[in-house]
């Protein structure tokens, strides 16, 4: 089974939710695979991925201000980077470095609602690193 391999950079303007889908989909096609799994993974620990809701916006900030009461800021020894720098690797601990979808047709095989993101913890800008592979025919 044939294997590609490649990676993408997504700059983030502070913490929130930045829609991958598309971006990983163009990589999909590049690829030039028409079915198998895409495997996305997040080489940070300040950051995640998830699949979530893509229609309504008011679903990914009630998710954002769930996780800042769950793990709020300023209460922890680590703070090399900043107040925000232990919370948002716990945050990343809760959430997920990795995802696997199928994909069909050079598209992945995500729900009527469902988007795929990369999940900022970090309050600063960043330029995230994403390994993406793609197992198929």
């Known amino acids: 089974m044939p294997i590609h391999h490649s990676e993408v950079t997504v700059a983030t303007q502070g913490a929130g939710f930045y829609e991958i889908t598309r971006l990983v989909e163009r990589e999909l096609r590049a690829a030039g695979l028409k079915s198998g799994v895409a495997t ?60 696997s979808i199928p994909f069909a047709d050079g598209s992945l095989r995500l729900g009527t609602w469902q988007g795929l993101y990369l999940w900022e913890h970090r309050a600063a800008d960043h330029r995230r690193s994403l390994a993406l592979a793609f197992y198929g025919e």
Do not use: K
């Open 40 to 99: 996305v993974f997040c080489r940070h620990t300040s950051c995640s991925l998830t699949l979530m809701e893509n229609a309504s916006p008011d679903a990914r900030r009630d998710l954002q201000r769930f996780m800042e009461r769950l793990v709020p800021p300023g209460r922890y020894e680590h703070s090399l980077e900043g107040p925000d720098d232990m919370p948002s690797h716990i945050r990343s601990v809760l959430t997920q470095s990795s995802i």
